[in-house]
């Protein structure tokens, strides 16, 4: 049986050997490119905080006094269904 791999005249894998790091290196694009629309982005500085962890942080900061943060937290800590249902 004659193949092509016995054939001493064999002069090399080819051009098409360059597919294979191609190929890894496609994959490797997808996992990072995945990664950052994903996993990384949770980390992200440009998500907005929570209203209490911005209380919180100018309470620190000293844009705020201690009673005015008790306040506003008790505030934001209520639920706002009872809110709605006390204004009714």
Known sequence: MYT????HDWN???PWILLIP???L???????????RTVWRRGCTGRPDSPLS??????????IDADEYR??????AEDPRERRGGAE
């Open 4 to 7: 092509l791999l016995a054939d």
């Open 12 to 14: 090399g894998p080819g």
């Open 22 to 24: 191609l190929f890894w």
């Open 26 to 36: 496609a994959v490797v694009f997808l996992v990072v490119l995945v990664l950052r």
């Open 54 to 63: 911005v209380l919180g942080r100018r309470y620190a900061e000293g844009d």
């Open 71 to 76: 306040a506003r937290r008790t505030v934001l």
